[in-house]
């Protein structure tokens, strides 16, 4: 029997309407599957937005060891990229876009790691003065999620920012991205332009904060990435680093993308958020 939606991350009708589709069939030999496929989907994305540890998923979703497995399973074939890239391609279209994005915006953030995190694969990051990992993320001009790099919070960005890009460009046709000063080469005659310009044919475009600028202020293309990094660091689980794997860090941030562009596609425009109420007080 299907479980009654009862926790704010469960999916709903809709938002499991868009997925079913993009799921693996079941196998067609062996015994069939005891769990209901969307109990076990919301029992992950409850672990995300919780960041509660598998053992303490509550007795109403499957077991955790079977959630897990489903989780890994998921991962490991590269069922969750695919799902992300099909829901993306969706709100792309949905915008008027093309269904292929040809520019992107690269950021990273550091984290702090928990005690579960190796020491292999952890750093420190001076200028934050974190203890942890460190995440690349790739997205379009939307800020939907394309490509998602963990490495130790040490890695410098000129030199994380690779991988990220690499994956990107075997993933995507994105030749143009836009990046922060972080990104830019003290000392070296733009180290990670040229080699993005060189090897991947694509044109990294620095976008620098104005020298006068006093406090927060919205920079164009930028402020897409750090929002999308804001989105995702919401979820419990994401918040700081738990894993003991990379590949499981970066697994965790795209299930956290793929909820978020569920409930996008599901709902239809992106939320909004509510108005300041004002009350008029008698004099």
């Not at 007795?59 to 890239?85: C, K, M, S």
């Not at 579960?116 to 995440?135: C, E, F, H, L, M």
């Not at 620095?206 to 897409?224: L, M, N």
């Not at 509510?274 to 007080?281: D, E, G, I």
């Amino acid at each position: 029997m299907d479980r009654v939606r009862r926790y704010p991350s469960d999916l709903t009708d809709a938002e499991w309407e868009i997925i079913e589709p993009m799921l693996p069939s079941p196998q067609w030999m062996g015994r069939p599957e005891k769990h209901p496929r969307r109990a076990v989907i919301d029992a992950i994305l409850y672990v995300v937005r919780t960041g509660c540890a598998w053992r303490y998923l509550p007795v109403d979703f499957p077991p955790w060891q079977t959630v897990y497995a489903h989780f890994t399973r998921l991962n490991d074939r590269g069922v969750t990229e695919r799902i992300l890239t099909e829901l993306r391609e969706q709100i792309r279209v949905a915008h008027g876009r093309n269904p292929e994005p040809t520019a992107g915006i690269i950021d990273s953030q550091s984290v702090k790691g928990a005690d579960t995190v190796p020491r292999g694969t952890r750093g420190y990051d001076a200028g934050k003065k974190i203890n942890g990992r460190k995440r690349f993320i790739v997205t379009d001009t939307l800020g939907l999620l394309v490509t998602v790099w963990v490495l130790a919070a040490s890695w410098q960005d000129r030199d994380g920012a690779k991988g990220a890009l690499l994956a990107t460009y075997a993933a995507t046709p994105i030749r143009h991205v836009f990046a922060d000063s972080g990104f830019a080469d003290s000392g070296f005659a733009g180290r990670l332009a040229d080699w993005a310009r060189d090897l991947l044919r694509t044109t990294i475009e620095i976008v620098r904060k104005p020298a006068d600028q006093r406090g927060f202020v919205v920079h164009p293309r930028r402020w897409v990435v750090e929002r999308t990094l804001a989105w995702i660091t919401a979820h419990r689980r994401l918040a700081r680093d738990y894993e003991t794997h990379r590949a499981t860090s970066e697994a965790m941030i795209r299930w956290a993308a793929l909820g978020g562009m569920l409930r996008r596609l599901a709902r239809g425009d992106p939320a909004t958020r509510q108005q300041r109420l004002t009350f008029n007080t008698p004099d």
